[in-house]
């Protein structure tokens, strides 16, 4: 059985030490020469960034996020010892690991991060697909050849650099398709890398819970549970077209990941679905000032990220938490699509003025989905409200001064509320 030293890249016959640096970061499997499709995934990324740059924190406890009332972004591996989640409400982790180090998210610094990683993975291959800044799909297909080593050698050498020049260290998941690769990832955190072969798909999944399929929240694992599903062999014993007529279309997607199948191609451009911005109070509110303040700020936001990409959105979400962490969630769509900060926010307050007797809430969101090009946003003019093209207009020429003199140039009279 071939064998791989992670330490010195040694290839080999199966061992437990590598014979050529007696290393025991070994990794083998049968198909270790022939599996090429990968997954990335940074361990604790930003609390490693936040370790790496202050050495005091080594041995803390470390949780980024924001304030009480804010959410755990990333927990060092020692405080998710003591049960911290990403995630997680801030005043839960810090009641489970209350000597917790809390540092506030330094955006800039995880980007420099991420753009250094890569570019390690560029120098491997031009087919990346980034889920985030600090986890990415990697298909090495057909470039032994150029780098006169199979995948397995170009990953983990890929992890050792990042230990060696970031100081950042990465688990690999190593298989013959997307779902398998994520799936493999999270199979030997921190520092792992681990592989799931062609052979072995059906014994490894048959007792394993479903929820090991990526996206598969709660409200979802509730209703396989109410199915009888918990199992990838509990799906296996469902037919084809019972799956699609309980689940849709996603019962299709159900049948394939049973048996271990994934067709998606690792895409170097995956279109962005979505965007949307939010923000979770320091006290829960149902102030309609307070809301409608947030909300034309929320708006601004997805505006400018849609305006950035170069997209526009046909649906407007707006999304509100309860103190309760009950979640509703209510869209728009629009005959037309819109990356106008002011359209975003006039078609979303009638769904806060709908919700508000709903609260109080914890946190507020806005977003824009069914995305497409901007050039084919903003087309017809709105009969209901003559001054929306004027206003859309006034906004633009907002975005050029913005763009020359500050973001802070000129602020609407609702965004200081």
Same mark, same amino acid.
């Given at each position: 059985?071939? =064998? ?56 803390? /406890? ?34 489970l690991c209350p000597e917790a180090v809390v540092v506030k998210p330094r955006g800039a610094a995880y980007m ?17 697909? /980034? ?19 199979? /995948? ?11 230990? $060696? ?50 996206? !598969? ?13 918990? $199992? ?44 949307s911005s939010e923000t979770t109070f320091f006290k829960d509110t149902g102030a309609h000032d307070l809301l ?15 305006? =950035? ?17 009950? !979640? ?90």
């Amino acid at each position: 059985m071939p =064998a791989l030293c992670r330490d010195c890249l040694h290839l080999f016959d199966a061992g437990h030490r590598c014979p050529a640096c007696r290393g025991p970061r070994v990794v083998s499997h049968p198909e270790l020469l022939s599996l090429s499709i990968a997954h990335m995934d940074c361990d604790a990324f930003y609390a490693s960034v936040e370790k790496r740059d202050d050495p005091s924190l080594a041995d803390k /406890p470390v949780i980024v996020g924001g304030g009480k009332r804010g959410v755990v972004s990333t927990a060092c591996y020692i405080a998710r010892t003591y049960g911290v989640r990403s995630a997680m409400p801030m005043f839960q982790a810090l009641k489970l690991c209350p000597e917790a180090v809390v540092v506030k998210p330094r955006g800039a610094a995880y980007m420099e991060a991420s753009r250094a990683i890569r570019a390690m993975m560029e120098e491997m291959t031009p087919a990346i697909e /980034p889920l985030s800044l600090d986890e990415a799909f990697l298909d090495l297909t057909g470039t032994a050849r150029l780098h006169h080593a199979p /995948p397995a050698v170009m990953l983990a050498r890929l992890v050792r650099r990042m230990e $060696t020049e970031l100081g950042l260290s990465g688990s690999i998941g190593l298989s013959h398709n997307k779902f398998l690769a994520k799936v493999a990832s999270d199979l030997d955190k921190p520092r792992g890398f681990a592989m799931i072969g062609k052979a072995e798909t059906a014994d490894f999944l048959r007792d394993r819970p479903v929820r090991l399929i990526w996206g !598969v929240g709660q409200a979802y694992q509730d209703s396989l549970d109410r199915a009888g599903i918990r $199992t990838f062999g509990d799906l296996l014993r469902w037919d084809r077209k019972d799956l699609h007529a309980r689940f849709g279309s996603s019962g299709d997607r159900l049948w394939h990941l049973a048996r271990g199948e994934d067709a998606r191609r690792v895409r170097r451009n995956a279109p962005v679905k979505s965007i949307s911005s939010e923000t979770t109070f320091f006290k829960d509110t149902g102030a309609h000032d307070l809301l409608d303040g947030h909300l034309w700020r929320l708006s601004e936001k997805v505006s400018d990220r849609a305006k =950035a990409k170069g997209m526009a959105g046909r649906v407007v979400t707006l999304k509100l938490k309860r103190a309760n962490h009950a !979640v509703l969630t209510r869209r728009h769509a629009l005959d037309d699509a819109t990356q106008i900060a002011d359209r975003i926010y006039r078609t979303a307050r009638p769904l806060l003025e709908q919700s508000v007797d709903c609260g109080p809430f914890r946190l507020i969101g806005v977003g824009i989905s069914n995305l497409v090009p901007e050039h084919q946003a903003d087309l017809s003019g709105d009969l209901l409200d003559p001054a929306a093209e004027r206003r859309a207009t006034a906004e633009r020429a907002a975005d050029r001064i913005r763009a020359r003199f500050g973001p802070d140039a000129i602020l609407k009279g609702r965004a200081l509320r």
